[in-house]
């Protein structure tokens, strides 16, 4: 007797395992992709993936693209899009080069100056977006064109900087050591093991919560492998980046953006609002969210992001060209479909986006690595998206 409820209780559990994972498996899906991918291009170029310099490269390559996916995020799961964030970010870096090469304006002045032009970008277009209805590809196409065709005019067809070196240090500059490491950033190292162990204390935390309330779906299995993976991966991380220079300064605002973003879309009424709009926005007008005012409010977010993500690209080129972020909507968008965004809006994770931006970054910079040409770069990177887009089609029609 013993025996058989044994069995049935186990026959219980890994039913209730195999229909999580079904119901979460884009989650874990991109997670697993990431790692299968980093695995595959460690192994293809020789260890070169993970040498401390890569890495620290493959992060200041990838942090404007990052930036603004957090961003493009909240306007795909409100059910829009922006295709103008590439534009802007051209623009923004040209105005920051003016303002600061130019007219030497002080660069925490024009800094700001900067983000509140982005964000004023953004307020505009989600004006038009929001309450007179007119479809966001319509408006932000407008103002790709737009912002492209200022941006030539800004800089009159040239290049300008440098910048001074003070306000290339937000993407070129690294962590301090404060305990004066000599061969190891011990300071870097330990901010990191901080904070893989602060994220994996809120995670158990929130479990705990969970439990008390019977609101536990997610296995123990998963949970713990999930949570380890990220802690081991972020403290190897650490070390790796500590045993070059330390952590950039870039991505210490990376992370804070992180934090603040998943904050916002998980636990407060206005991220709850933005999926409830987006997943069906005649319902949620009807429960009294007011759903013009939050499609402003997150097209104003995004033309922000997009700013700071112009700034950090200027500073780490060291000047602006007229052709600054062209088709980097491409890659943004691209980042959020494949870190698990659904096209008809309602669906999305801040970490997910930034899996997918990370995705994108190492596939660049291994295909570059191995010598794959730009072409095929583009064509790959294209049938991964296809892929992605695909799968949440497919998952959608099995749900």
Known sequence: MSETTS??????????????????LREYGILFALIAIMAFFQIATGGILLK????????????????????ML???????????????LGFIGALAAVMIVNWEVPYLLAAAVCLVAGALIGMAQGFWVAYF??????????????????????????????????????????VPDLFGGEELNLFSLLVGVVVAALILALAIRQR?????????????????????????????????MADFRGLPNVFIVMALLIAVYSFVTSRTTFGRRIYAIGGNEKAASLSGI???????????????????????????????????????????????????????????????????????????????????????????????LLAAVVFDVLNKKKG
């Open 7 to 24: 069995h049935d209780g186990q026959g219980a559990r890994s039913g209730a395992s195999l229909s999580f994972l079904k119901k979460h």
């Open 52 to 71: 401390p310099v890569n890495l620290t490269n493959l992060v200041l390559q990838n942090s404007y693209i990052v930036i603004m996916a957090i961003g």
């Open 74 to 88: 909240m306007v795909i799961v409100c059910g829009h899009i922006d295709l103008s964030v590439g534009s802007v």
């Open 133 to 174: 209805r007119i479809p966001s590809f319509i408006v932000t196409l407008a103002g790709m064109l737009v912002f492209k065709g200022l941006t030539l005019w800004l800089l009159a067809g040239q290049s300008v900087g440098p910048f001074p070196a003070e306000f290339r240090l937000i993407s070129s500059g690294f």
């Open 208 to 240: 705990m919560q969970q439990l008390a309330r019977g609101l536990v779906d997610e296995p123990f299995a998963f949970f713990a492998v999930k949570h380890a993976l990220i802690f081991v991966a972020l403290v190897y991380m650490s070390w790796l």
């Open 290 to 384: 007011n759903s013009q005012r939050l499609t402003f409010i997150t097209f104003a977010n995004m033309g922000m992001l997009a700013a700071l993500a112009g700034l950090v690209f200027a500073a780490r080129l060291n000047t602006a060209t007229p052709k600054a972020g062209l088709a980097f909507e491409l890659d943004v968008i691209a980042a959020v479909f494949i870190g698990g965004a659904s096209m008809s809006g309602g669906v999305g994770t801040v970490v997910g986006a930034v899996i997918g931006a990370f995705i994108m970054g190492v596939m660049n910079n291994g295909m570059s690595i191995l010598g794959i040409g730009i072409d095929w770069q583009q064509v790959i990177k294209g049938l991964v």
